[in-house]
């Protein structure tokens, strides 16, 4: 099994770009999130999902969007990238209830 | 979801036990405690979790006081993998959020 994917590892955007970070998982779990570390500091939840077609917004929402489509899938939107989204983005899964989260690789984000 | 108090760091001689606290003195009935820690740069690992008994599997120990207002996680044996932020979460064993405070950084030194 693969776990938890995060495509891309890193990535460069100027200030204004979108781009969408891609997060799969293959354990048919049910809760995804995703989280923003800041240099120095622990996690933020941006976003998280409790199943298909289901979203709500976590601690720092703004300037992200959501879908899920599919159990598999919960990609992460930046619409108008901007430099304080500058950080490196976790995606998570776990059955319900988050009693064992399982965490991607990351995807390590700069804005110019 | 309580909140939990946690020293910011803490040092621990390699070989010995790492006992890590975590003070939740407003946890409510149905909250469970749960232990994650994130080794540099990597995706957070989930440790053990409980809610009044204490709990052991093949990572760590689990110690819960019994009025739940703190517990301790036991790493038995500390190596220098083990080196990491220690986050302990309190939470009820449902619903979409998991959310992390500030951890302790544990440097365990040769």
């Known amino acids: 099994n693969a776990g938890v994917t995060q495509t891309p590892k890193f990535q460069v955007l100027k200030t204004g770009q979108s781009m969408t970070l891609q997060c799969a998982q293959d354990m048919n779990h049910e809760y995804m999130s995703w989280y923003r570390q800041d240099p120095g500091m622990g996690l933020r939840l941006i976003h998280y999902s409790v199943g298909a077609g289901i979203t709500d917004q976590g601690e720092v929402p703004n300037g992200y969007n959501v879908s899920r489509s599919t159990t598999e899938d919960f990609p992460l939107r930046l619409l108008s990238a901007a430099p304080s989204q500058t950080s490196v983005y976790f995606c998570?899964?776990?059955?319900?209830?988050?009693?064992?989260?399982?965490f991607g690789q990351g995807t390590r984000l700069t804005v110019v | 979801d309580a909140k939990t108090t946690q020293p910011p760091s803490m040092d621990c001689a390699e070989g010995r036990a790492a006992n890590l606290p975590c003070n939740h003195s407003t946890i409510s009935g149905n909250e469970y405690v749960y232990w994650y820690r994130q080794i540099h740069s990597q995706g957070p690992q989930y440790i053990i979790h409980?809610?009044?008994n204490n709990e052991t599997n093949e990572m760590a120990s689990l110690i819960i006081t019994e009025d739940r207002k703190s517990s301790t996680l036991i790493l038995p044996h500390a190596t220098l993998r083990d080196t990491a932020v220690y986050y302990c979460?309190?939470?009820?064993?449902?619903?979409?959020?998991?959310?992390f405070g500030q951890g302790t950084e544990l440097s365990v030194k040769p």
């Open positions: 979460i309190v939470r009820v064993n449902q619903g979409g959020k998991l959310i």
């Open positions: 409980g809610l009044k």
């Open positions: 998570a899964s776990s059955y319900r209830g988050w009693t064992e989260a399982f």
